[in-house]
């Protein structure tokens, strides 16, 4: 599991390499192997379909639904109303309220403080206040 | 949609009573909830014919708590597996345990935790099996979260419902629960080894199931000595 994840570090650190790369193969292969651990998050009873895996420290509001397929980094904070499916959240994110996140990367320390959106195949990267703001690669 | 809407629609997904809804936001929890049950329904069509197009047998298993779900579900597997490619999808609000039960008989198990939903819907089986290669299994048996109640509410596109209740419930608990026995196929009266035991009236509970519903098929069974399993097994086409 750590080898995908540092490769996939690796390829969004140089945004310009993402569409090139062989992200989708990688990220294929971690979720193969993913096992599931949800029992050491800070939060109510959100949804789960397995397999999730959660680091330490994660922050999950009402309503979310996590799984199948998803990674989230330690100290990440998600927030009420969320959807995450097939998707890999790096360490010390925030992601915006009723976000919808489908077979995307979020890359470690961003920050997202605005609500609603809807994102597919997607890397996202970096600090937005508005959803205008927000830097996404498509792969 | 707007930012306005959407928040008022994120209030009545906490409100999620039309009762409890304010008069002037009546409408529009009205509308959700229509909503919701149609896109249910639309989903729950097209994963049975999903199931259909790979040739898979597809079952669902409601019913209450503790009823005996997934030690039938054991013995199921027990029976199945030696020829068939199963997959179980089992619901619970939290833990993995009927999963981690069912996958010691040779199935493949996926646990949804629902968490504070009290039951499965459309779309988390939809979320499942997209992401799956179908042609892998023969048969696919889906446990929804134990309780009487919400399961009526979703469908999940199976070929036959089956609903499980136990005699230790008393012999009020099919009366007193018709829903669910309106759109089940198959109603299991389980752990009838403690018929003598306890002196439920089965026969009351046999009659009020067809009562509510004249096409359900009835059968006593214990998942404990294995009595009638095979039969059920027969029942549902195998
Ligand atoms: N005597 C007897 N006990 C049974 C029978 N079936 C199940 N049990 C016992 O009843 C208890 C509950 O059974 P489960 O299979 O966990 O019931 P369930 O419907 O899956 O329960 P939930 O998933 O929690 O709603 C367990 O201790 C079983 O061993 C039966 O036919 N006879
Ligand atoms: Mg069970």
Not at chain 1, 103 to 109: G, M, R
Not at chain 2, 129 to 142: G, T, W
């Amino acid at each position: 599991m750590k080898e995908e994840l540092t490769k996939i570090e690796e390829i969004i650190a140089n945004p310009n390499e993402i569409k090139i790369s062989n992200i989708q193969e990688l990220m294929e292969a971690l979720f193969a192997k993913l096992k599931n651990r949800v029992d050491n998050y800070i939060g109510d009873y959100p949804t789960f379909i397995e397999p999730v895996y959660l680091e330490e420290n994660v922050k999950i509001g009402d309503d979310v639904l996590l799984g199948p397929n998803v990674y989230i980094g330690a100290n990440s904070e998600i927030p009420n109303y969320v959807e995450i499916s097939n998707t890999i959240i790096f360490d010390n994110v925030k992601i915006g309220e009723n976000f919808k996140l489908e077979n995307c990367i979020v890359a470690k320390n961003s920050s997202f403080n605005f609500k609603n959106l809807n994102m597919k195949n997607s890397v996202l990267i970096g600090a937005a206040n508005l959803k205008t703001e927000l830097q996404n690669i498509g792969f | 949609m707007s930012d306005k809407e959407e928040r008022e629609i994120s209030r009545i997904k906490e409100v999620e009573s039309t009762n409890l809804a304010r008069d002037d936001i009546r409408e529009l929890v009205i509308e959700t909830k229509k909503a919701v049950e149609k896109d249910n329904d639309l989903l729950a069509n097209k994963i049975h014919r999903s199931f259909l197009d790979n040739n898979i047998k597809s079952f669902d298993i409601v019913g209450a708590i503790g009823a005996g779900k997934t030690a039938l579900l054991e013995k199921i597997a027990e029976k199945l597996t030696a020829k068939f490619r199963m997959l179980v999808i089992c619901g619970d609000i939290t833990t993995r345990v009927d999963a981690d039960r069912i996958e010691k008989y040779n199935a493949e198990t996926i646990q949804i935790n629902t968490g504070r939903e009290c039951a499965l819907n459309a779309y988390h089986i939809h979320q499942i099996i997209k992401n799956k290669d179908l042609q892998n299994y023969d048969v696919i048996f889906i446990e929804n979260v134990g309780n009487l109640i919400c399961p009526s509410e979703f469908v999940l596109g199976t070929d036959k419902r089956i609903i499980v209740v136990s005699i230790t419930e008393g012999e009020w608990v099919v009366e007193k629960h018709p829903m669910l026995f309106k759109m089940s196929d198959i109603a299991v009266i389980n752990k009838i080894d403690l018929k003598e035991r306890l002196g439920t009236n089965v026969e009351k509970m046999i009659a009020d199931a067809k009562n509510i519903n004249p096409e359900i098929e009835v059968i006593t069974t214990s998942a404990k000595t294995g009595e009638n399993i095979d039969k059920l097994l027969e029942l549902m086409g195998f």
